[in-house]
């Protein structure tokens, strides 16, 4: 295997929630971290679906050749301004134009004792 073909193109993460408050200096916030070990940048498409609501689609980001990006989820906005709402479950469809890894992570800092969870997204 080379390096051009590790990852995948389509990544599902089925469980995302951009806690709603935060304490102390760091904000909560949910980041998806992307690691493109190929020649080409890659361009991402972001559709966050809801349990009681149309998809939120056409939020946008990128990765260059052979780095990482984190992305944070709460500052993607799609061309009609829309960005995906704090306290709402959600899942996340990665789409990209070449090969990618893809780990999901949310810092939760809504108590003092703040958490850290993170799942590598499923690859389709």
Known sequence: MTKRSLGAKTWLVPDCCLPEKSTGELESHESTCVLNVGGRAAAL??????????????????????RTNHIRINRLRNAAGESIPRGVPFALLVESNVPVVVQHTRLDSTQPALALMTTMAFAV
């Open 45 to 66: 498409k972001f559709t966050a679906y809801f349990e009681d609501r149309e998809p939120i689609a056409g939020l946008v980001a990128s990765c260059l050749p052979r």
